[in-house]
């Protein structure tokens, strides 16, 4: 799975693809149109943060490249992938459970914050790509 060079592109699938964790210097892209929201990524080797109409969708740290990132009312769905492990946090409803499930496997339920934010680990192996899906459980 590549990085994403263009830094944040819409798929034929309707999902969203985004970062670009190679890059030395931080980079961006606002004012991104994707089904009618406006989406801002900044990315670059320390860290990957994607917004959607000014509020927080996802960050981590050090920077990722995410594929085809799709988010719906009981969770998200993405691969991600990174030079080292990261930690992704992720904005989610308040006061809600998720299960997080990782390359298929329940990784256990969490809940999230006040905010609403989540967050959890991937662990890269040899470069290849990790499955995330977080559900409500």
Do not use: W
Request: negative net charge; hydrophobic residues 35%.
């Amino acid at each position: 799975m590549p990085v994403v060079n263009e830094l944040i592109r819409s798929e034929q699938n309707g999902a969203l693809s985004f970062g670009n964790y190679e890059l030395d210097t931080k980079s961006k892209v606002s004012d991104f149109e994707h089904c009618g929201d406006s989406y801002k990524v900044k990315t670059f080797a320390e860290i990957t943060k994607l917004e959607k109409n000014g509020s927080f969708v996802y960050e981590s740290v050090p920077g990722t490249a995410v594929n085809n990132f799709v988010a719906t009312d009981d969770g998200v769905k993405f691969q991600v992938e990174g030079a080292e492990d990261a930690q992704i946090t992720l904005e989610l409803e308040e006061g809600a459970e998720y299960e997080i499930i990782v390359n298929g496997e329940s990784a256990g339920k969490m809940a999230t914050n006040m905010g609403g934010k989540l967050s959890l680990s991937a662990e890269f192996d040899g470069g290849k790509a990790v499955d995330i899906e977080v559900k409500r459980a």
